[in-house]
T-cell receptor
Framework: DAGVIQSPRHEVTEMGQEVTLRCKPI?????LFWYRQTMMRGLELLIY????????DSGMPEDRFSAKMPNASFSTLKIQPSEPRDSAVYFC????????????????FGPGTRLTVL | AQSVTQLDSQVPVFEEAPVELRCNYS??????LFWYVQYPNQGLQLLLK??????LVKGINGFEAEFNKSQTSFHLRKPSVHISDTAEYFC?????????????FGKGTKLSVKP
């Protein structure tokens, strides 16, 4: 398995532009998570999905952020409009959840997308 | 609700010295426990995990952790560190019997190994 795939790996954009981050989870995993990591705030859970359904989006900073999971193999995190304070590394992770016999709740992280908003 | 406390935000240590990174959790139910490592400019990867059975868990790169239920702790140890162990380490907990599949992460401990 190729692991969790994220694209792009780096994104530089200007304030006010729309940014879309993409994630392909590990096949067969029921859970998908979006995290944001900054020096100031550390690792923050933004939202997570179970079987393509958003379960908890309480970590989404504000309405400028939205996430979708149209099918089991793809998810997007969109920021519109982007602001300089959104600059961070965004990680996607997937997990088999409690049903993973050998690896219950173990999360597998992608390499991250480093977003810079100028 | 579950929570994880990593008592030390930064731990400096000299090469070949032993190290212990502390992690305490709170939960009203049985838990799974994890340690993840993040090397500079990389994603998080699993170091070791406790699911059940033996309370002493061995992971990759010579790390081990001991689950102590009475003290609700899961401290990470290595008897002799290398420069290459310089990284940030995250402790995480999840509910063993629940339907929620998420992990609760601590704020991380930055281990800095000096020559």
């Amino acid at each position: 398995d190729a692991g969790v795939i994220q694209s792009p790996r780096h994104e530089v954009t200007e304030m006010g532009q729309e940014v879309t981050l993409r994630c392909k989870p590990i096949s067969g995993h029921d859970y998908l998570f979006w995290y944001r990591q900054t020096m100031m705030r550390g690792l923050e859970l933004l939202i997570y999905f179970n079987n393509n359904v958003p379960i908890d989006d309480s970590g989404m900073p504000e309405d400028r952020f939205s996430a979708k999971m149209p099918n089991a193999s793809f998810s997007t995190l969109k920021i519109q409009p982007s602001e300089p304070r959104d600059s961070a590394v965004y990680f996607c992770a997937s997990s088999p959840g409690t049903g993973g016999v050998m690896r219950p709740n173990e999360q597998f992280f992608g390499p991250g997308t480093r977003l810079t908003v100028l | 609700a579950q929570s994880v406390t990593q008592l030390d935000s930064q731990v400096p240590v000299f090469e070949e010295a032993p190290v212990e990174l502390r992690c305490n959790y709170s939960s009203s139910v049985s838990v799974y426990l994890f340690w993840y490592v993040q090397y500079p400019n990389q994603g998080l990867q699993l170091l070791l995990k406790y699911l059940s059975g033996s309370t002493l868990v061995k992971g990759i790169n010579g790390f081990e952790a001991e689950f102590n239920k009475s003290q609700t702790s899961f401290h990470l140890r290595k008897p002799s560190v290398h420069i290459s162990d310089t990284a940030e380490y995250f402790c995480a907990v999840s509910d063993k019997g629940g339907s929620q599949g998420n992990l609760i992460f601590g704020k991380g401990t930055k281990l800095s190994v000096k020559p």
